[in-house]
Each structure stands twice: as structure tokens, then as C-alpha cells.
């Protein structure tokens, strides 16, 4: 059974890749274009309780996610979040970097934030339809 923080994020509906230990979804509320998160599927509530092999298995997941979204969108920077201020259950914010717009269906997207940190309350105004597109687009180019 999934847990709520994997639920709050609209999981299954927007999992891109599951693995053994974590779960990447595309975030519902978009950042920046290709915003992720990454969820550790374990009900554990700080990072001193991920196990160790959730640790090792992180290298294959982070590797995986930052070549979809380096093909996809050529990303500048990539920020990891761990805030856990609201859902409890580790999961990280992926925040793809952008120095120029990106575009998605002929749509360009900026990073508003570029260069300070992102604003995670604000997100990108995309329909349910560009939103389809984005998931479809980084899952046809995730690794298998």
C-alpha cells in the first residue's frame, strides 16, 4: 500500500519510474519545467532511518532522472530539496535549473527564479493537456 506521500503527489498517476526503494513522479505543481519528486518508498521520516541499500539503489534513481531531464530539457543546475515541512516521508523536490526558457509544445517555459533559489510555492501555469505532454515526453525518454 502506497504511503500518503506517495499519495499527495498524485501517485500512481504521475510515477515516471518506480524502483525498489523510490518512486520518481512528475510534481503535479511545476517549478520549473520538468520539476520531479523523489520519494522514498519506505515510511521513514528522516534520512538517518533510509536504509542502506535505499541509499545505494539512490545512485542508479538520481543518475537515471538527471539524464531523462539533461536529454529532455538541457538543464543549467539541478536543485535537490529535503524539506519535509508538510509530508512526512522522506521524498526530495528535483528542480531542473533553467538560464533561458525552455520550450514545451511551443510553449516557452522560464525559470523566474534563476539564479537564487527556486520559489517551490509558485508554480508554472500549464493545462491538463501540456501537463499529459510532459509526463508522456520524460517517460518515453526514461531509461528501462
Same mark, same amino acid.
Given at each position: 500500500?502506497?504511503?500518503?506521500?506517495?499519495?499527495?503527489?498524485?501517485?500512481?498517476?504521475?510515477?515516471?519510474?518506480?524502483?525498489?526503494?523510490?518512486?520518481?513522479?512528475?510534481?503535479?505543481?511545476?517549478?520549473?519545467?520538468?520539476?520531479?519528486?523523489?520519494?522514498?518508498?519506505?515510511?521513514?521520516?528522516?534520512?538517518? /532511518?533510509?536504509?542502506?541499500? %535505499?541509499?545505494?539503489?539512490?545512485?542508479?534513481? &538520481?543518475?537515471? @532522472? *538527471?539524464?531523462?531531464?539533461? #536529454?529532455?530539457?538541457?538543464?543549467?543546475?539541478?536543485?535537490?530539496?529535503?524539506?519535509?515541512?508538510?509530508?512526512?516521508?522522506?521524498?526530495?523536490?528535483?528542480?531542473?535549473?533553467?538560464?533561458?526558457?525552455?520550450?514545451?509544445?511551443?510553449? /516557452?517555459?522560464?525559470?523566474? %527564479?534563476?539564479?537564487?533559489?527556486?520559489?517551490? &510555492?509558485?508554480? @508554472? *501555469?500549464?493545462?491538463?493537456? #501540456?501537463?499529459?505532454?510532459?509526463?508522456?515526453?520524460?517517460?518515453?525518454?526514461?531509461?528501462?
Amino acid at each position: 500500500m502506497p504511503h500518503e506521500t506517495l499519495l499527495k503527489f498524485n501517485y500512481p498517476n504521475t510515477l515516471l519510474r518506480e524502483y525498489t526503494h523510490w518512486a520518481v513522479l512528475l510534481r503535479p505543481q511545476q517549478v520549473t519545467v520538468g520539476s520531479l519528486v523523489l520519494v522514498c518508498r519506505a515510511e521513514v521520516t528522516s534520512m538517518a /532511518e533510509v536504509s542502506t541499500e %535505499a541509499f545505494a539503489e539512490l545512485h542508479t534513481v &538520481t543518475a537515471d @532522472l *538527471e539524464g531523462t531531464l539533461k #536529454q529532455v530539457f538541457a538543464f543549467d543546475k539541478i536543485n535537490y530539496l529535503l524539506l519535509m515541512m508538510v509530508d512526512r516521508y522522506v521524498h526530495f523536490h528535483v528542480i531542473p535549473r533553467y538560464a533561458t526558457p525552455r520550450t514545451l509544445g511551443g510553449v /516557452e517555459f522560464a525559470d523566474r %527564479a534563476w539564479p537564487k533559489p527556486p520559489e517551490i &510555492t509558485q508554480a @508554472l *501555469e500549464l493545462s491538463e493537456q #501540456q501537463f499529459t505532454a510532459l509526463f508522456q515526453l520524460l517517460r518515453t525518454a526514461w531509461p528501462t
